[in-house]
């Protein structure tokens, strides 16, 4: 009992500590690299004893240039694994990823629209959010002009959706200037940190933190929802809010990812399984719990992203190609829980 | 004293008639079955009693209160669904199954209380089933998972329990612990309602049995006058 009890508060408490340890290694890392007792004195105590050079190419190095980035990866992995999560659970599927209603090709397509209109680097961040939720509706609506939107239809709607948009993203490549405007695009869709910036980190943050805490705390009623649309209801849950508010919510904290970071896709399926894998099904476990491992995932990916090569790689495919290898050597382990 | 009642139901989908002018009362600990062949609309009073359908004529009356205006966690807390054990997707406890009849006064609580998880285990203890509790609910069998379904039923407090076909699935032994189960919680006082295909084993272990046909109450009384072989075979459309 107790130690049951024990390791139900340390899955919960110790990835957070590594996340924050890991956060601060990854300070260090990069083509100029910096002691740990340079980054506690900068940071503690603003570079007390060092030369003004020193502290000044120091703050510039670890404050400016690599802090957002951190943040920033960590930001985007935990929103990304938390949309993951929160889809699995209304859609009762552990296979389900956050693109699954089309928010990934839409938000694409909206970046793709504000790179070949020239609409500079925060009129592509708006575009490709607005292209995400619109993509989202689209399915949604697609879906409910069927039926009241069961959980088949609104697969079938997000897979319509995602169709349509990806054809219009391969529209505006092929009209897109193939000098200027088709590298963008490209290099856009694989999914990177570098632009990520502070005023980027202040828009995104408060909604992700947010819609994490938010979906943390319909840990159990996604539970209920789990055993079934009727038996939830006859529990009290009211399910048509919950699942749409899921999606809403979901949908927001994934396109907001890309919206600064382009497609990064895999963490949103394979980290919640990661997650139960850890702490048990348990909703209000593995939404907090894939946050935590989401933001140390990507934020790992990110580092080997800029210290790999000198040429720097793109994040996506890091986080892909590492998302696969995890997801495979845990599936076993996974699947055993899952029904027939 | 009626806790749950019928009156002049009237459901019709697709406009084609389901149910026709059904009307009954139930009292408070008593035992009901209702039986009828395939889509003669067993379920859908079953839907309608737990408000998962909307009457079209008529309404569903509890406590002599309409269903329609009644809050979703007030009606949680009154009446329970145990529906068919049934695959489920994530590997729950069986403990956390249970501890979910406890949703409805702790919604947005993301954490199961004391009082939660006392709740559960008494409800797993009165069952016999605490042994249960540290397993997957996915890998039970029907009758246990059929055990932990009623289990967090009790848990929910509601005392009128509504049961879709319980025995479906289950072998000999598994359902004649079962109907012994409900007859032993109607004996304390709960309220069951359970829709059966096996008319024989109604007869000896539930008070009362409505017989539907095509929509229609055919009979309504005592399970072992009602279910007798000729209305039976009436039932079932099985004269020949």
């Known amino acids: 009992m107790s130690l049951r009890l024990w390791y139900g508060r340390l899955v919960l408490v110790l990835p957070a500590i590594l996340l924050a340890g890991l956060a601060i290694m990854s300070l260090g890392i990069g083509r100029y690299p910096v002691g740990f007792g340079d980054i506690v004195s900068v940071l503690l105590h603003n570079g007390a004893g060092m030369t003004v050079e020193r502290r000044a190419l120091l703050q510039t190095i670890l404050v400016q240039t690599r802090l957002p980035r951190i943040v920033g990866a960590i930001i985007v992995g935990a929103a990304l694994s938390v949309s993951g999560a929160g889809y699995q659970a209304v859609f009762r599927n552990p296979l389900v990823s956050p693109g699954l209603l089309g928010v990934l090709a839409g938000a694409g397509f909206g970046a793709a629209l504000g790179i070949v209109g020239d609409a500079g680097a925060t009129g592509v961040h708006v ?6 939720g619109l993509a989202v509706a689209a399915g949604v609506g697609v879906a409910r002009l069927f039926d009241k939107a069961s959980i088949l239809m609104l697969v079938f709607g997000g897979l319509v959706s995602s169709a349509l948009f990806t054809a219009l993203l391969s529209l505006l490549k092929y009209v897109a200037d193939p000098e200027r405007q088709l590298p963008d695009i490209v290099f856009w869709l694989l999914g990177s940190l570098t632009q990520v910036d502070m005023p980027d980190l202040m828009a995104i943050s408060a909604p992700v933190l947010g819609g994490i805490v938010l979906l943390s705390l319909c840990g159990r009623m996604l539970d209920a929802l789990a055993m079934g649309d009727d038996e939830a209801r006859t529990m009290g849950v009211p399910v048509g809010v919950l699942r749409y508010g899921v999606i809403i919510v979901a949908t927001v904290l994934s396109a907001l990812t890309v919206s600064v970071a382009g497609m990064i896709g895999w963490i949103g399926l394979m980290v919640p399984h990661v997650a139960r894998l850890l702490a048990g099904p348990r909703n209000a476990r593995v939404l907090p719990l894939s946050a935590c491992l989401g933001g140390a995932f990507l934020l790992l990916c990110d580092d080997l992203a800029r210290s790999v090569s000198a040429e720097e790689i793109p994040v996506g495919l890091i986080a892909d190609v590492l998302g696969v290898a995890v997801f495979v050597s845990v599936l076993r382990l996974v699947r055993r829980g899952w029904a027939a | 004293m009626t806790v749950l009642a019928m009156d002049r139901i009237g459901f019709s ?16 600990g008593e035992m009901v079955a209702l039986l009828g062949a395939n889509g003669a609309g067993k379920t859908t009073i079953l839907r309608l009693l737990l408000r998962l359908l909307h009457p079209g004529r008529g309404k569903v009356l509890l406590d002599g209160r309409s269903l329609a205006g009644m809050g979703r966690r007030e009606l949680a807390s009154r009446v329970a669904y145990v529906p068919q054990g ?38 797993m203890g009165h069952l016999a089933i605490g042994h249960l509790a540290d397993r997957s609910y996915a890998a039970l069998s029907g009758g246990e998972r059929q055990g932990v379904l009623i289990a967090r039923a009790l ?25 012994d189960l409900m007859r032993h919680l109607a004996g304390e006082g709960y309220t069951v309602i359970a829709t059966t295909h096996d008319p024989l084993r109604a007869a000896r272990t539930f008070t009362r049995a409505i017989l539907l046909r095509r929509g229609r109450i055919m009979e309504d009384g005592p399970a072992g006058q009602v279910l007798s072989e000729q209305t039976i075979a009436t039932l079932y459309d099985a004269d020949a």
């Open chain 1, 127 to 132: 575009l490709s959010f607005l292209g995400g």
């Open chain 2, 155 to 179: 848990a929910q407090g509601a005392r009128i329990l509504v049961l879709d076909e319980p025995e479906t699935g289950l072998d000999y032994g598994q359902q004649r612990r079962l109907f």
């Open chain 2, 13 to 28: 989908r697709d406009g084609r008639p389901i149910l026709q002018d059904v009307s009954f009362a139930v009292g408070a």
């Open chain 2, 86 to 123: 049934h695959a489920v997707t994530f590997p729950y406890k069986v403990r956390d199954v249970v501890a979910l009849g406890r949703l409805a006064e702790t919604m947005f609580s993301p954490i199961v209380s004391a009082g939660d998880r006392a709740a559960a285990d008494a409800a």
